[in-house]
């Protein structure tokens, strides 16, 4: 069992940086890709960034890039989101995902809400 803990979310306003931290625990070869993902409300949840632990790629949505980075402590299971240039439209609810592949998440974190007013 893979538990997802994140944290550091909270209002800022536009133009400011949050750090957003997802600590797992239990990680197995089961959870080798760790994404953040959003949801604003009445939208779908939305692809942020993404990794593997088993590699140095990274991975970014467009709507992000240049804005977000998403990393990694190995030592401490943790991956971070940094978010700087914030804009009003990157409100959401952001969650951390952890599974086998980049393209199938088993594993959700509770979320952590991110405000950027205008």
């Known amino acids: 069992q893979v538990q997802l803990v994140e944290s550091g979310g909270g209002l800022v306003q536009a133009g400011g940086s949050l750090r957003l931290s997802c600590a797992a625990s239990g990680r197995t070869f089961r959870s080798d890709a760790m994404a953040w993902f959003r949801q604003a409300p009445g939208k779908e949840r939305e692809f942020v960034a993404a990794?593997?632990?088993?590699?140095?790629?990274?991975y970014h949505a467009d709507s992000v890039k240049g804005r977000f980075t998403i990393s990694r402590d190995n030592a401490k299971n943790t991956v971070y989101l940094q978010m700087n240039s914030l804009k009003p439209e990157d409100t959401a609810v952001y969650y951390c995902?952890?599974?086998?592949?980049?393209?199938?998440?088993?594993?959700w974190g509770q979320g952590t809400q991110v405000t950027v007013s205008s």
């Open positions: 995902a952890t599974g086998q592949s980049l393209d199938d998440y088993e594993y």
């Open positions: 990794l593997k632990w088993s590699s140095i790629n990274t």
